[in-house]
């Protein structure tokens, strides 16, 4: 098991550019393994962020996407029947905690409260996991440590984190980099040059700002670096912008309208 544990180590430094203290003060949370959230828009560099950190930590990263289906034993485990007969697997988060992973879970709201009462042992100072179908009670290893992903645009009342939960966390806020950054990390990621991804970042920012007036979301930087690639390959920045940022991001054709008015301002 110890080999499979090694498979979730990161072996070659991810890319992160960082966007203030944030990978400072997320190492000195690790230093007292305190349970953390990120919170941030979907696509800002949370995930790339974590893959950062565990590599720098030279820790084995478990993530996991948690939806509305999911339940109590996709996190901890259960037992399969096989040639051997009936056989206990251990759920990413059983593996991490026994083994001493980090676990990351994106977009823990999803999750049903029944299911997120589960990591409530493993994130005060007992820090453990009991098992019930197994009759196990796991005392985490001391290298664990639990962070959880969070969008709070998408929250309403009823997809919320209970307080009993928030409290037990550190957090820290995640925001699109400034143009400048940004604009970098779409060079990088995508391969094409400066002019271009200043461009695409200046559509970004101008969609940024009917967030909340049509649009659930600005454009993110997840689907900059789409539109770049698209472009480095060949395709004209407006079919690249259609297809990768103004297509995905609304139904809504008024909105969709806007959103290539910003397009044509700047190709
Ligand atoms: P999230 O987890 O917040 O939804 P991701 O971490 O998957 O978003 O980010 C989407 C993509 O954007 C990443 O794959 C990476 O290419 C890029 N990215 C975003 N922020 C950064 C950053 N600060 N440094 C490097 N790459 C970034």
New binding site residues.
């Given amino acids: 098991m110890i080999e499979n544990i090694n498979a979730y180590l990161i072996k070659d430094e991810p890319?992160?550019?960082p966007?203030g203290g944030e990978v400072d003060l997320f190492m000195a949370a690790y230093r007292l393994r305190m349970p953390m959230i990120l919170k941030?828009p979907?696509?800002?560099?949370?995930?790339?962020?974590m893959e950062y950190i565990a590599w720098k930590l030279q820790k084995p990263l478990i993530t996991l996407a948690c939806n509305e289906d999911m339940t109590a034993s996709d996190l901890v485990g259960r037992f399969l029947l096989d040639a051997d007969g009936t056989v206990w697997h251990d759920g990413p988060l059983t593996l991490a905690a026994r083994y001493g992973a980090i676990c990351y879970l994106d977009e823990v709201v999803e999750a049903r409260q029944d299911t997120t009462v589960i990591i409530h042992p493993l994130t005060d100072d007992r820090r453990i996991l009991p098992l019930d179908k197994r009759g196990e009670l796991i005392h985490a290893h001391p290298d664990f440590q639990l962070v959880v992903?969070y969008n709070p645009g998408y929250q309403s009342v009823t997809k919320d984190l209970k307080q009993s939960t928030k409290q037990r966390f550190g957090a820290l806020d995640?925001h699109y980099?400034d143009a400048a950054v940004e604009s970098n990390?779409v060079c990088h990621?995508s391969g094409v040059g400066d002019d271009i991804a200043a461009k695409l970042v200046g559509i970004a920012s101008c969609s940024r700002g009917l967030r909340g007036r049509g649009l659930e979301e600005g454009i993110s930087?997840?689907m900059l670096?789409h539109a770049g690639a698209l472009i480095r390959d060949g395709i004209s920045p407006h079919a690249a912008c259609g297809l990768a940022m103004t297509r995905p991001i609304t139904d809504d054709v008024d909105i969709q309208r806007a959103l290539d008015g910003f397009v044509t301002a700047y190709f």
């Fill in positions: 890319y992160y550019q966007t941030g979907t696509g800002c560099g949370k995930t790339r962020f992903s995640f980099p990390i990621e930087t997840r670096i």
